[in-house]
């Protein structure tokens, strides 16, 4: 046996090849959303939006295990690869429902939730790059061969959700609507579409080269507009998270060669590098240093240097001495204006409390007069006996508990000679209790003064 042909059954996979029906049938079954899946989908979208809310990673993770997104992903690969039109509509309906409820199931969540700052795990949503397409080419190449090998799929399908990571921009998505934030929105959802075209992709190259028997469509040419839809599919989606990578390559490039420059040409002993920036506009590069001098030789050196670090264009500009002295001085009262009034805010905030609990102990003390004002006009109706009625806040304390009562003390008087049975008394107490709103009264029947004096 030639080294080839003993790469070749290393790399073989028909052995392990589970029947091509037995393999359809299974990713068919998991297209489906109703029943169970679809309530599965909604917990898990609640799961990861609170995993996102709270910025708990494990709790993600947990909910990427149980959704069951996957399905009708690989089920529009597979039927693409088949030529399979009527399982293509199906994953398609089923998908596009899916997505739609996990959008406004995220939606209604953080709508609803108190903790509205987006955390590092939801801002880590919304800018996807050309590293998430390949592991989502990746990650669909290793869902379709688990799926096609007799028992490898249990294993190998929830680690493909996870690094996927199907249900986090679904999330995302619904955070930005429910904030209103655009920009959320529609990176969370260039991510989310990134991550089904490439599983779908991956699936569709998979299925065409383990040779899975594709039906023939009506006319070669309804088969070449279906493959140039695909590749126009596949470019649009790619070119935009490319240009975002290029640009984020550039970026750190750029910092990494900024890093270098400094360290190499303006870093001695004694001189402490505060701070460095640039200014694309004006193509300044200002430095901050403390301590030992950089001197003007040693500037205009680090200056002619500059191209070689890639910075090329950059007038150097160090800010030193007295300068950075000032400039020290200038961030520290900045930074104690903005101590001082996150001081005066915290103090405001203190006074607006004290002031409302004083205007609600102030409201319960007037309480009573207001009351007495209010029932005077019907106290002569209802109960023409009664001559005087005083109300007052009562509190009562134990000897032995801590228990304190809080009940509202009726004192009243009824003309002399006037009839007052104890039906009349009841009554009295069930009208000022009503007109108290429910407070507990405590009626006290004034003695005549003469009776009080002996």
Known sequence: MNIFNRVRFHFDLRSDLEKEQVIIEEITRGVSFRGANLWVLIVAIFIASLGLNVNSTAVIIGAMLISPLMGPIIGMGLAVGINDLDLLKRALKNFSFATLISVLTAMLYFLISPLEEAQSELL???????????????????????????????????????????????????????????????????????????????????????????????????????????????????????????????????????????????????????????????????????????????????????????????????????????????SSQLAQRVYSQETEKQKLLELSSDNATLTQRLATYTHCEEVAEAIRPELAVLFPAVRTLSLSRTVEVQRDTTAISHFVTAVFAVDKGAAWSASDAHRFEAWLKTRLSGDSVVLLPRMPIDAARK
Request: aromatic content about 8%; charged content about 15%.
């Open 124 to 330: 880590a949503r919304t800018t996807p790059t050309i590293y998430d397409v390949l592991i989502a080419f990746f990650g669909g190449a290793a869902g379709i061969i688990a799926l096609s090998t007799r028992g490898r799929g249990g294993n190998v399908i929830p680690g493909v959700a996870i690094a996927t990571a199907l249900m986090p921009p679904l999330c995302t998505a619904g955070y930005g609507l429910a904030t209103w934030q655009p920009s959320f929105f529609f990176g969370a959802i260039y991510l989310f579409f990134i991550n089904t075209v490439f599983i779908s992709l991956s699936t569709f190259v998979g299925v065409r080269l383990m040779g899975f028997r594709h039906h023939e469509l009506p006319t070669p040419e309804r088969a070449r507009r279906a493959r140039h839809i695909l590749t126009i599919i596949v470019v649009a989606t790619i070119l935009p998270a490319l240009l975002m990578t290029i640009s984020i390559i550039r970026t750190s490039i750029f910092e990494n060669n900024l890093r270098h420059f400094i360290a190499d040409e303006l870093t001695q002993t004694g001189t402490q590098i505060l701070s460095s920036g640039t200014d694309a506009a004006t193509k300044e590069l200002r430095i901050v240093a403390v301590g030992r001098t950089i001197t003007d030789v040693q500037q205009r050196t680090a200056s002619a240097h500059m191209a070689q670090y890639g910075l090329g264009g950059y007038k150097l500009s160090v800010i030193q001495g007295g300068a950075s002295d000032s400039l020290l001085a200038l």
